[in-house]
Nanobody, 124 residues
Framework: QVQLVESGGGLVRSGGSLRLSCAAS????????MGWFRQAPGKEREFVAV????????DYADSVKGRFTISRDNAKNTVYLQMNGLKPEDTAVYYC?????????????????WGQGTQVTVSS
């Protein structure tokens, strides 16, 4: 059974930073592209960032480019999301997800496995 467990969420002031982690188990981590998504109340789940199996390819939503950085440590079966310059509009539940497909994807329907989410709240 594949498990993805996010951690690192919390309450932070505008302009602050957080580092999210997602630990994977039950599957060979290095075979999957890994993504971060977020969902704010009353809104659809949206793409935040993705990293390829090897870590050589990354992509970001325009809203977070230059502020967020995705990385992975295949030896630790963990993917990270470093979030700097946080804004109130970044407030959401953040989910990590694994995609076993061929190409890096930004659409959530391509992802096979999801974590339970971690809450990020940014106060103004």
């Amino acid at each position: 059974q594949v498990q993805l467990v996010e951690s690192g969420g919390g309450l932070v002031r505008s302009g602050g930073s957080l580092r999210l982690s997602c630990a994977a188990s039950g599957r060979t981590f290095s075979t999957d592209h890994m993504g971060w998504f977020r969902q704010a109340p009353g809104k659809e789940r949206e793409f935040v960032a993705v990293i390829s199996r090897s870590g050589r390819i990354t992509d970001y939503a325009d809203s977070v480019k230059g502020r967020f950085t995705i990385s992975r440590d295949n030896a630790k079966n963990t993917v990270y999301l470093q979030m700097n310059g946080l804004k109130p509009e970044d407030t959401a539940v953040y989910y990590c997800a694994a995609d076993s497909g061929l190409n890096v994807a930004v659409a959530p329907q391509w992802y096979n496995y999801w974590g339970q989410g971690t809450q990020v709240t940014v106060s103004s």
